[in-house]
Each structure stands twice: as C-alpha cells, then as structure tokens.
C-alpha cells in the first residue's frame, strides 16, 4: 500500500529538549515536504527536499533542520523546541510535477511545555 | 505572491443540503488548483483537481471548476453526507515552481443528520 509514515503521532515534551519526527514514504517519490497547520492558517511549508541530499527552506524554517540521507526518509529535527512550534505536523511526498498529487502523513500532534 | 482565499467556515447543515465552499486564488500564470479533504485525526488526502482552465475535476459527488476569468475554484456537491463532516482545503500549485504548493485556511464542514 502506497504511504507516508510518520512517527510518532503524539508527542509531548519541554522547552529545549532535542527531538526528531520521522517521516517515510514507499512511493519512490522524489519530492518531499513538512507542513504545520495552525488554526486558521491553513498549511505552512517548513521545508522541503527534491532528492537525496537536496533541501530548501518554505515558509516557516526557523527552529527546524531537515536532513534527506536516503529517498524514502525524510526527518525533521527541532534542536531547541520552543512552545510557539506547539502545532500539528504533516510529512508529505509527491512525484514532483506540477499537476501530481501530495499524499500526506498521518500527522504529529506536537506540545511542547 | 501566490495565495489562496477560502471560505471561513464553520459551515453546518443538514444532510442532503447543497454545499459550495468557496475558494480564490492569486497566482502567476496557469497554477494546478486542488482541493484536499482532513478527516477527523487523519492527514489530508486528494479530493480533486484541476489542472488549466474550465477544467473540471470531480470525485465522490463533490465538483469545482477552474475558473481563469474569476481567479476561483469553489467545491460544490448537491447532497452533503454525515460522512462528509471534514476540513477542506484548497490549494494551489504554480508552474513555475513545483514546490511552492500553497494551502487556504481550510474550512470545517460539520453535518447534521
């Protein structure tokens, strides 16, 4: 089954304590994204990857590293978490042409304290 | 820069009700529109799309048209589900640039049987 896994789904943590939120896909894809969603402002693209090794900043990088070491991984890293990047996270892949569907991950409920 | 207006919501009716969501955009050239759906705890998944204008794209009884002359792509369906209670979201992707997919606010649809 075509997916985009994201690991893990709830996380509640405190100010400055490293974390990482896996994300995966099976679909080849080359294109990879995280979004946040806050209310009231839809999606917001944090970062996304063309290919392995290959990453750019969206809207909204400040407070998040991504890495791309292999095509179906793509993880996010908050160094120093802070409580403004309490939000919901979605990993997303796509094909990459401009008509091509995102599938998106199931979410990351993230609280940071 | 490329954006994307929604209707606020929440919006509630009955079931068998008509539905329009509305969505506006603002883009450079000939952008892919889509509109995408968030069931309760899940990530967001493909309900339709568009690709140039007069386009039509239709999935599961909902139907919006690309709309150059109005900047619009407003979703409809002539008789809402319980089982349609969800978020919609319209979104945007230009030509020029595949990763710079821009997400509305979302709109919440609840129904009532």
């Known amino acids: 089954e075509a997916q985009v896994t994201q690991n893990p789904r709830y996380l509640i943590t405190v100010t400055g304590k490293k974390l990482t939120v896996t994300c995966s896909q099976n679909m080849n894809h080359e294109y990879m994204s995280w979004y946040r969603q806050d209310p009231g402002l839809g999606l917001r693209q944090i970062y996304y990857s063309m290919n392995v090794e290959v990453t750019d900043k969206g809207d909204v990088p400040e407070g998040y590293k991504v890495s791309r070491k292999e095509k179906r991984n793509f993880p996010l890293i908050l160094e120093s978490p802070s409580p403004n990047q309490t939000s919901l996270y979605f990993c997303a892949s796509t094909l990459g042409g401009v008509t091509d569907t995102q599938y998106f991950g199931p979410g990351t409920r993230l609280t940071v304290l | 820069g490329n954006s994307v207006t929604q209707m606020e919501g929440p919006v509630t009716l009955s079931e068998e009700a008509f539905l329009t969501i509305n969505c506006t955009y603002t883009?450079?050239?000939?952008?892919?529109l889509f509109w995408y759906v968030q069931y309760p705890g899940e990530g967001l998944q493909l309900l339709l799309k568009?690709?140039?204008?007069?386009d039509k794209g239709s999935n599961k009884g909902f139907e919006a048209t690309y709309r150059k002359e109005t900047t619009s792509f407003h979703l409809e369906k002539g008789s809402v589900q319980v089982s349609d209670s969800a978020v919609y979201f319209c979104a945007l992707r230009p030509r020029y640039n595949n990763n710079d997919m821009r997400f509305g606010a979302g709109t919440r649809l609840t129904v009532k049987p």
């Open positions: 883009a450079t050239g000939y952008p892919s």
């Open positions: 568009a690709t140039k204008a007069d």
